[in-house]
């Protein structure tokens, strides 16, 4: 199993009238982003395939930003 090694985490939520918004990034190694949803899986990345279909599910939109050694972002906008 592959670990982030991130040394910080930040979690965000944010209630607004037309918008629900969970953040959630890390410094960790970060990695590079395949070019569809689906193609996470077959790199390992089995978590975030998952958070995919569960924001599909409630309608939500899922945005991931990942660089090498530059941590990673995700961002839920419900």
């Known amino acids: 199993m592959r670990h982030s090694e991130a040394a910080h985490a ?5 209630f ?5 918004k969970l953040e959630v990034s ?8 395949p070019r569809s949803p689906t193609d996470f899986a077959p790199n390992g990345h089995f978590g975030l395939l998952g958070i995919r279909e569960r924001a599909d ?10 660089t090498p050694g530059k941590g990673t972002r995700l961002k839920v906008r419900l």
């Open 26 to 33: 890390d410094n960790g190694r970060g990695f590079e982003m």
């Open 16 to 20: 607004g009238v037309q918008e629900t």
């Open 10 to 14: 930040e979690l965000l939520i944010a």
């Open 57 to 66: 599910l409630i309608g939500a939109r899922l945005e991931v930003e990942s």
